[in-house]
């Protein structure tokens, strides 16, 4: 099946599609030439039947020996019998005796009678029968062949004749078959190869390219309209695109200066109270403000932004950064697994994705537990595990969609519900699976692995 799809392409594609049309039409050229072969054959049946009876009385001839008895030839010999074969002879003397056969009508021996010399001419026989008389000159003695199609064996003898004459063509079809599929294969292959440089030129558009456009240089003129038509969508796309990039630089800078003015404004409420609850409004807003940036880069990641990265100090890095807050909050972290595992990536997004999954499981996690940071090999990856409540099979489904949040165990935990959506995301651009599980013994396994075979 596999070298099937090599050669005529997958289901339902271009080249299968190309290749079928053109074997449909080649069957209907084939049997039409079938058609107008049976057709000829008919038509010239009797010409080409006359022409073999001719043949076959020269044959005949050939064998008359005077010297021999029976002149050589046996009366009884099937040859002469007719009962095999497709055509029966009998053989005249110069009185017009029958020395071979049995053709002896009174009929047929006056019209042998009147042949001349080696002029063959044709002898009407009872019936759609076909013969053909010869007179030939042997050792001064004449001799007549009458040459016939067999009696009883008329239509069989046609049939038998055109399935003859098919044979001799069959293996020029076929060959004419075989040489017309490969030149349909080849032609095919080469007339989308205009549809593979499009696919190449494709894969090179994305945010970090977005002012490339495909050429329809070389193009067949059917696909070229189609051609401009997506590189005006392109257009449309890279303006969009602009605007939103536009949109978060200026999101960045009109929101961090309020919220910078709004921090000082805190220090200045006397009431330690209200004081703290507005500036963990405030720190909400600020972290909020920053999951969505990072989201927004998370989208627009591009390979060609992606660059060697050890795991292992990666999480080593994260762990540094974030164990002073957990022990603030009476938890620990721990760094696990292999020290010697290297991906393919952008460092600061996957920082990003593995801290948002680390704070993720600090704030599900009982106090005295501790959040276990493992990096595997084999395939490579990042496992977060932690000691909370777990994840039901529910919230399985939709935790990582955007705006979804898992149920918060203590007042404490609180989110914008972003915070895994920027994992997916990050995991997406890197072909990496980011899935969940139940922990033996409680908790959940938060799980970012690589695929090696994607890998660029």
Not at 343 to 351: A, D, E, H, R
Not at 361 to 388: H, K, M, Q, W
Not at 390 to 406: C, M, N, P, Y
Not at 437 to 442: S, V
Request: charged share 25%; glycine share 8%.
């Amino acid at each position: 099946m596999k070298v099937f799809n090599i050669l005529f392409g997958e289901r339902y594609s271009l080249r299968r599609s190309l290749i079928i049309n053109i074997i449909i039409a080649l069957s209907i050229c084939i049997a039409l030439a079938m058609i107008v072969l049976v057709r000829e054959f008919y038509e010239h049946l009797a010409e080409n039947v006359e022409d073999a009876l001719y043949e076959e009385a020269k044959e005949v001839v050939r064998q008359i020996d005077p010297s021999l008895d029976t002149y050589g030839l046996q009366s009884d010999a099937r040859r002469f019998e007719g009962v095999t074969g497709l055509y029966r002879y009998t053989v005249f003397d110069t009185a017009g005796t029958p020395i071979a056969g049995t053709e002896t009508s009174p009929e047929i021996q006056s019209q042998m009678q009147g042949l001349e010399l080696d002029q063959p001419r044709k002898i009407s026989l009872l019936g759609e029968r076909l013969g053909i008389g010869l007179r030939a000159k042997i050792d001064n003695q004449n001799f007549f062949v009458l040459a016939s199609t067999y009696p009883k064996g008329t239509e069989k003898t046609k049939f038998q004749k055109l399935v003859y004459e098919i044979q001799e063509e069959i293996i020029w079809v076929a060959l004419g078959v075989i040489t017309i599929l490969t030149a349909a294969i080849f032609a095919t292959r080469r007339a989308l190869r205009p549809l593979r440089s499009i696919q190449k030129q494709a894969q090179l558009i994305g945010p970090s390219a977005t002012t490339k456009r495909l050429s329809i240089e070389r193009l067949p003129a059917e696909l070229a309209p189609l051609i401009t038509s997506v590189n005006g969508a392109f257009e449309r796309l890279e303006k969009g695109y602009q605007a939103q990039r536009d949109f978060s630089s200026n999101v960045a800078h009109e929101i961090r200066t309020p919220l910078a003015v709004l921090r000082s404004s805190i220090d200045m409420i006397d009431n330690p109270e209200v004081k703290e609850t507005i500036y963990e409004d405030v720190l909400r807003l600020d972290r909020m403000f920053e999951q969505m940036i990072d989201l927004s880069r998370a989208d627009a990641l591009a390979k060609t932004t992606h660059e060697p990265i050890d795991l292992h100090q990666l999480v080593v890095d994260l762990a540094m950064d974030m164990s002073a807050g957990a022990l603030k909050d009476g938890k620990s972290l721990a760094v696990t697994g292999v020290e010697n595992c290297t991906v393919v990536g952008n460092k600061g997004l996957l920082t990003v994705a593995v801290g948002n999954l680390v704070r993720n499981a600090l704030n599900y996690s009982p106090i005295g537990t501790e959040v276990e940071i493992d990096v595997t090999v084999n395939p490579s990856g990042i496992r977060v595990l932690d000691r909370g409540d777990g994840v039901s099979d529910a919230q399985k489904q939709t935790l990582f969609e955007r705006f979804q949040r898992g149920a918060p165990t203590n007042d404490n935990v609180s989110g914008s519900g972003i915070g895994l959506a920027i994992v997916k995301s990050v995991a997406d651009a890197h072909n990496a699976n980011i899935e969940v599980h139940d922990r033996h013994g409680g908790g959940s396994v938060f799980e970012l692995i690589f695929q090696s075979d994607k890998k660029s």
